[in-house]
Nanobody, 127 residues
């Protein structure tokens, strides 16, 4: 069992930055691939970024490439999402999630493959 708690959301002007954190408690954090998704008014979960268990490989949705950076600190059981050059269309609830995978089969952009989810943190970007 893994519990995930996000923090760092808030209201920021367009062009600003935020750093989201997701703290995990439970066992074997370093065994999980971690992802960030955002949830809009329609409650759909849209992939934003993901990182493999070691932190060696990171993946991004096209619209955030070059603006967002995902990282993790396995010693602190925490994953981060640094968000720069924020745009109004980045406004959403951001959720982190954990996926257990084997043999390199990390389905990083498929929300249905993630088994643990946090409650989310709200990000609002004003124009």
């Amino acid at each position: 069992q893994v519990q995930l708690v996000e923090s760092g959301g808030g209201l920021v002007q367009a062009g600003g930055s935020l750093r989201l954190s997701c703290a995990a408690s439970g066992r074997a954090f370093s065994s999980y691939g971690m992802g960030w998704f955002r949830q809009g008014p329609g409650n759909e979960r849209v992939f934003v970024a993901a990182i493999n268990w070691s932190g060696r490989f990171a993946y991004y949705e096209d619209s955030v490439k070059g603006r967002f950076t995902i990282s993790r600190d396995n010693a602190k059981s925490t994953v981060y999402l640094q968000m720069n050059s924020l745009k109004p269309e980045d406004t959403a609830v951001y959720l982190c999630a954990a996926q257990l995978y084997y043999d390199g089969n990390f389905h990083y952009d498929d929300w249905q493959e993630y088994i643990y989810w946090g409650q989310g943190t709200q990000v609002a970007v004003s124009s």
